[in-house]
C-alpha cells in the first residue's frame, strides 16, 4: 500500500492509498534530525496501525533539496516502515504533480513559506531560489507574520490588531525576542500569526497586507518567468486558499491567469503516484 505525505516546516499531511489521513508536525530536515523524525513517528499510534501494509513512502518535504538532507528523513522512514521502498523530494515537486492538469503551468506553493516553479508535466524547467523566511518567503505565513510583529513593536499596528495581539496572543516584546533569537523554529512562529489577518476586525489593513505580501510574491516568484502571462498559475497552502480574494486581485493586477488553489494537495499527489502506476 502507498503512503504520501506532503510535509511543509508546519505540519505533514500523510494519506494512504485506502483513505487514511493522520496529521503531524512538519518535518524539515534543516531543522529536525532523524532521531526527532522517527521519535514522532513511532509514538503516533496511527502509524502503528499500518506500518506492516506500506510497501511505498513518498515523502515531499520543505528542506528537502538535496542528498545529505533527503537522508536525514529517509533513514527515519526506512526504519520505521521496514517493508517499504522510501522516496524523498521537495515540497515544490509534490505542489508541481498535484496542480498540473495537461498543460505547461507555473506551480506555487504560499503556506508556512513560499516557492514556485515552471513546471511541464514531466520535470521542473525553471524555479525561482528559496531565500528562506530571512530572505525570502514572500507573501508567506511567515512573511506575514514578521510585518505584524514588526509593526506590533513598532506601535504602528491599528488599535484593533494590536489589542488582539496582546490579549489573546500575549505578544510582547521579550516574548518575541526570545522566540525569535534564542529558540528554534522562528518561521513557524512567525506563521502561526498569520491567521491574526483572518481574526482582526481591522479588515481595511488586514486586506492590505495580504495585498502587500501576494504582490511581492508575484514580482519575485510569478512574474520572473518569461511569458509568464501564457500559463496557468496554480497555488498550494492554507495561505494562497484562505485568501484566495486577495490572491485573485494580484494576480488580475499583473495579467496573469489564476488557476487551481488547494489548501490540502496531498490527495491529489496520492492520484498522481496511483495514475502512474496504473500507466506503468
Keep these: 500500500m502507498i503512503l504520501c505525505a506532503d510535509s511543509g516546516s508546519t505540519k505533514t499531511q500523510w494519506l494512504t492509498e485506502s483513505g487514511k489521513l493522520i496529521e503531524t508536525i512538519g518535518f524539515n530536515p534543516q531543522f529536525h534530525t532523524t532521531e526527532s523524525i522517527l521519535s514522532t513517528i513511532q509514538e503516533n499510534a496511527a502509524f502503528s496501525h499500518i506500518k506492516g501494509e506500506i510497501t511505498q513512502v513518498y515523502f515531499y518535504g520543505a528542506g528537502c533539496s538535496s542528498n545529505s538532507r533527503n537522508s536525514i528523513v529517509s533513514d527515519a522512514l526506512s526504519n520505521f516502515f521496514t517493508n517499504a521502498k522510501i522516496a524523498i523530494d521537495h515540497d515544490l ?10 498543460e505547461t503551468c507555473i506551480s506555487c506553493i504560499i503556506g508556512t513559506g513560499s516557492n514556485s516553479c515552471l513546471f511541464n508535466g514531466e520535470s521542473i524547467e525553471e524555479n525561482v531560489p528559496a531565500l528562506g523566511y530571512i530572505l525570502g518567503d514572500e507573501g508567506s505565513g511567515s512573511w506575514l507574520g514578521k510585518e505584524l510583529l514588526k509593526l506590533f513593536l513598532y506601535h504602528l499596528l491599528p488599535p484593533a490588531t494590536e489589542d488582539l495581539l496582546k490579549s489573546k496572543y500575549g505578544v510582547e516584546k521579550e516574548k518575541v525576542f526570545q522566540r525569535m533569537y534564542r529558540e528554534a ?11 491574526v489577518l483572518s481574526e482582526t476586525t481591522d479588515t481595511e489593513f488586514a486586506n492590505n497586507l495580504v495585498t502587500q505580501g501576494f504582490t511581492e510574491f508575484f514580482k519575485y516568484h510569478v512574474a520572473c518567468y518569461p511569458n509568464y502571462k501564457q500559463f496557468p498559475v496554480h ?8 485568501f484566495k480574494t486577495q490572491l485573485q486581485k494580484v494576480a488580475d493586477n499583473f495579467g496573469a491567469k489564476l488557476g487551481y488553489i488547494d489548501c490540502a494537495p496531498v490527495h491529489k499527489l496520492l492520484q498522481f503516484h496511483l495514475k502512474n502506476i496504473q500507466h506503468n
Design 93 to 102: 515537486k509534490a505542489a508541481a504533480y498535484a496542480t498540473f492538469d495537461g
Design 235 to 242: 497555488f498550494v497552502g492554507s495561505l494562497a486558499f484562505n
Design 185 to 195: 523554529h522562528a518561521n513557524v512562529y512567525l506563521a502561526s500569526f498569520a491567521k
